[in-house]
């Protein structure tokens, strides 16, 4: 009977892949096998051909891990306040600003545009975070600009998928927040600090390979040419300082604050969603319909988090009825290889599956699994943390439901094809790859940062 909690998980995975909604596929998941393996049909006169394999009555608990999970979890209130703060600084313009202000400023170097497009990324994933906004913004606005000056469009299109994706490693993240709170023995400030070197050494090395990719080929990463009108600037440098100045002090501020231990992730979530509120009303950009588009955006990105998780909850209430989570520890703890042959197990799993599934449903159903594993084997959870958003962040690219992928191809004009954005993605995956090896091959990139500010 124990092995029913592997067709469980099979039933889900048939679930999401037809397409039903997450959250249901996974309430609904539970409800079922809640009705076919536990005793509350038979205590209701309707036999079944095989026995129970657990009461009923465990699940009366329910509604309370329900409440104690989502409704009096003081970490995840972090989420709206960080999506807020995300989405109001590009609602503020500051997208728009800081691509035009580095188009100027790295335009006459060979694949200059591409690479500022990166720095954008990059400065838009530690103030903003918001995939969707940042892939679509830096389409509409540097995607043409690219292609009209020679770009190819497979480099241009893979350029800002990856780059919108830094939001996910780079600090404040959502993902690490939620992992944080899944990992449950993980603190949040923690796993940021972690995530901070690896983030920015991912951007450098994108950049990296852009600049030897445009050595290569002239032709399909051209410099800009002198006075080009969609990046023209009467005063750069005061530009420069206008740009970077704000998002990077509020930056510095809410991350500071988590490092030092002043702030809690949702205190200074708090503090960076009213700073990125005055930076909107210093703009001139506080308006009342932004405001309103803001709240709309950040309650609808809450409440499908929210709502997954009450699904994640029910879910593992009655997989773990089930001696689900025994299997799972026993199968994972026998695997060959110890904890090396664990690590490379999850984390070919966890891609695998992001070809498939979205950063948060992967969360919710396999980091709770394997992390009690993980710290059985020994492995720091830190640094394992971070190993699973380098690779969660991969699931934004992987064909064929990428999200970075969607958003590319809603903005992007019609001269750029499917099969365009695809060839330009693989290179990114690789480098993104390459950084999950480089991280399991020098822990203290990860490391490190948390260990000062315990010491």
Aim: aromatic content about 12%; glycine content about 10%; cysteine-free.
């Amino acid at each position: 009977m124990e092995y029913v909690a592997f067709w469980m998980f099979a039933v889900l995975l048939i679930f999401i892949l037809i397409g039903y909604p997450v959250a249901f596929a996974l309430g609904g998941t539970a409800v079922l096998f809640t009705l076919l393996f536990s005793d509350l049909l038979p205590n209701l006169g309707l036999a079944l051909p095989w026995d129970s394999a657990f009461s009923a009555r465990r699940l009366t608990i329910l509604p309370q891990r329900i409440f104690g999970s989502i409704m009096d979890n003081y970490t995840l209130v972090a989420v709206p306040f960080f999506v807020f703060m995300g989405v109001m600084l590009e609602r503020s313009g500051l997208a728009e600003d800081l691509l035009q202000t580095m188009g100027r400023l790295f335009g006459k170097m060979r694949g200059g545009l591409a690479i500022s497009v990166v720095a954008v990324g990059a400065l838009l994933a530690a103030s903003t975070g918001v995939v969707g906004a940042s892939v679509v913004t830096m389409t509409v606005l540097a995607l043409p600009v690219m292609l009209k000056y020679g770009y190819d469009r497979g480099l241009a299109s893979g350029t800002i998928a990856a780059s919108g994706t830094l939001g996910q490693i780079i600090p404040p993240s959502i993902v690490l927040i939620i992992l944080g709170d899944q990992m449950v023995r993980v603190n949040v400030g923690d796993l940021f600090m972690g995530a901070l070197i690896p983030g920015m050494m991912l951007a450098g090395v994108y950049m990296l390979w852009i600049a030897g990719y445009a050595f290569f080929k002239t032709d399909r990463a051209p410099a800009m040419p002198a006075g080009a009108e969609e990046f023209a600037i009467s005063n750069l440098w005061l530009a420069v300082i206008w740009s970077l100045l704000p998002p990077l002090i509020l930056v510095g501020v809410v991350l500071g604050t988590i490092f030092m231990g002043i702030a809690t992730p949702t205190e200074a979530g708090a503090m960076g969603a009213f700073g990125a509120t005055i930076l909107a009303l210093l703009n001139g950009r506080l308006t009342l319909a932004n405001v309103r588009a803001v709240n709309e955006q950040t309650v609808s990105l809450t409440s499908m988090v929210f709502i997954i998780l009450v699904g994640a909850t029910a879910f593992a209430m009655v997989f773990n009825a089930l001696g689900g989570h025994w299997v799972v520890e026993d199968f994972l703890s026998n695997l060959p290889g110890g904890e090396w042959g664990f690590l490379v197990f999850v984390m070919v799993t966890i891609f695998i599956l992001g070809f498939f599934l979205d950063f948060i449903e992967i969360t919710f159903i396999v980091v709770p699994l394997v992390t009690p594993v993980a710290i059985t084997l020994g492995i720091d959870p830190v640094w394992f943390g971070v190993l699973i958003a380098m690779n969660l962040q991969a699931s934004f690219l992987t064909p064929p439901f990428g999200f970075a992928l969607f958003y590319l191809r809603g903005a992007a004009p019609a001269s750029v094809r499917t099969r365009d954005i695809y060839r330009g993605i693989i290179p990114f995956i690789l480098i993104q790859l390459l950084m999950l090896g480089i991280i399991v091959a020098f822990p203290n990139l990860v490391l490190w940062l948390p260990e000062i500010s315990r010491a």
